[in-house]
Antibody, heavy 122, light 107 residues
Framework: QVQLVESGGDLVKPGGSLRLSCAVS????????ISWIRQAPGKGLEWISY????????DYADSVKGRFTISRDNGKNSVFLQMDSLRAEDTAVYYC???????????????WGRGTLVTVSS | EVVLTQSPTTLSLSPGQRATLSCRAS??????LAWYQQKAGQAPRLLIY???NRASGVPARFSGSGSGTDFTLIISSLEPDDFAVYYC?????????FGGGTKVEIK
């Protein structure tokens, strides 16, 4: 089955850390760019990071740069998001999403996971 | 960054009616704009990319148009399954940005 499944969301205190995982199945994971996109409660969507087919191709939104780190393990068909120095404004559902174009970049997202909730609160 | 402004915020219509959703960009994004549908508690679904191309499996009642700064999503005849929130997204300028959404609700 073609799918992305996020996990790792939790309640964490401000300043804390969390690691999210995105497990991929049903397609050739190594061919695709994967992004993390978040949605704060009742709000719109915010792209925060992507990783290319190799780990040296990454980028981040300014809102998370220097605090979040994206990585991937092609052997485990997984993408990870290490989140450090968390703030209340990081509270959101975090989705991983697949780029529409294999072996290229369309920067549109044709497959999304169901999301994992991260709550940052004391 | 490119700011995408969607209007109206809420659209109240009945099944069978035509829905017209607007997305305006703060600067030209050429034709590099997509539309997504999101139902409550679900992930977004890609409907339209590059302004007017329907994604795989998307019904023909969904159509997109526009270029530059003004874009439109039309749902020609609303089905019960179409009541949801719709977002636009541009990929012409970095960072990628999304609009604030238009909720299509049952009147």
């Amino acid at each position: 089955q073609v799918q992305l499944v996020e996990s790792g969301g939790d309640l964490v205190k401000p300043g804390g850390s969390l690691r999210l995982s995105c497990a991929v199945s049903g397609f050739n994971f190594g061919d695709y760019y994967i992004s993390w996109i978040r949605q704060a409660p009742g709000k719109g969507l915010e792209w925060i990071s992507y990783i290319g087919s190799s780990e040296n191709i990454v980028d981040y939104a300014d809102s998370v740069k220097g605090r979040f780190t994206i990585s991937r393990d092609n052997g485990k068909n997984s993408v990870f998001l290490q989140m450090d120095s968390l703030r209340a404004e990081d509270t959101a559902v975090y989705y991983c999403a697949r780029d529409q174009a294999p072996s290229a970049m369309s920067w549109y997202f044709d497959l999304w996971g169901r999301g994992t909730l991260v709550t940052v609160s004391s | 960054e490119v700011v995408l402004t969607q209007s109206p915020t809420t659209l109240s219509l009945s099944p069978g009616q035509r829905a017209t959703l607007s997305c305006r960009a703060s600067q030209s994004v050429r034709r590099y704009l997509a539309w997504y549908q999101q139902k409550a508690g679900q992930a977004p679904r890609l409907l339209i990319y590059d302004s007017s191309n329907r994604a795989s499996g998307v019904p023909a009642r969904f159509s997109g148009s526009g270029s530059g700064t003004d874009f439109t999503l039309i749902i020609s005849s609303l089905e019960p399954d179409d009541f949801a929130v719709y977002y636009c997204q541009q990929r012409n300028n970095w960072p990628l940005t999304f609009g604030g959404g238009t909720k299509v609700e049952i009147k």
